[in-house]
């Protein structure tokens, strides 16, 4: 479900199906996100513009999209850096121009399943959590050479009952934000299986995993 709320100056729109619930919004900004209440609970005239554009930023998986209405800024701004974070226990964190399937996302951020619980592949519905899913954020750093370039579209395929293949430029980063990789190429597990994640290893196969 899509809600767009319309203030003075800017615009909210929320996407519930990429919600990962990390509660930036409504910990950071709860007089913008209003929680467990019934009817309205998105008011963008409660911050300044510019505080609630960064709250579009802030938001690790695009779920929270804002547009000033006049044109002249929105927290859509494709980074300098393309980054895929590696959350403690969890998602993936992708913040680039991207394609998903062939298709342009509507956001430079998304949050990617691989713990292969996600009803909502390959994006991160939060399954994790009740999946009992354990994923260091912390991975040994691989030798890798600095990118001819750093930013620039990213093309996220998903691999028929495989991994997530990544072309394009990528900086992986740890919970931490510390460099682990610099490539144009990524097979990422989202099976939850690998022995060597994010990074598949091939364990999709034993473990039977289908998805699209």
Known sequence: ???????????????????????????????????????????????????????????????????????????????????????????LSLEAPMLIGGVAASSVRATLCRCGASRNKP??????????FVATGETPVKESEPLAARDGPVEVVPLPDGPLKLAGNVEVVSGTGKTLNRATQLFLCRCGQSKTKPYCDGSHKAAGFQAD
């Open 1 to 91: 479900m899509v809600e767009v709320v319309k203030g003075r100056e800017v615009t909210i729109t929320f996407d519930a199906t990429r919600c990962v619930h990390s509660r930036n919004c409504v910990l950071g900004h709860p007089e913008v996100f209003v929680p467990n209440v019934k009817g309205d609970w998105i008011y963008p005239d409660a911050a300044p513009a510019a505080t609630v554009l960064q709250i579009g930023v802030a938001c690790p998986s695009g779920a929270i999209r804002v547009t000033r209405n006049d044109g002249t800024a929105t927290s859509e701004v494709p980074p300098v850096v393309n980054t895929l974070r590696l959350r403690e226990n969890g998602p």
């Open 123 to 132: 994006y991160c519905d939060g399954s994790h959590a009740g999946a009992g």
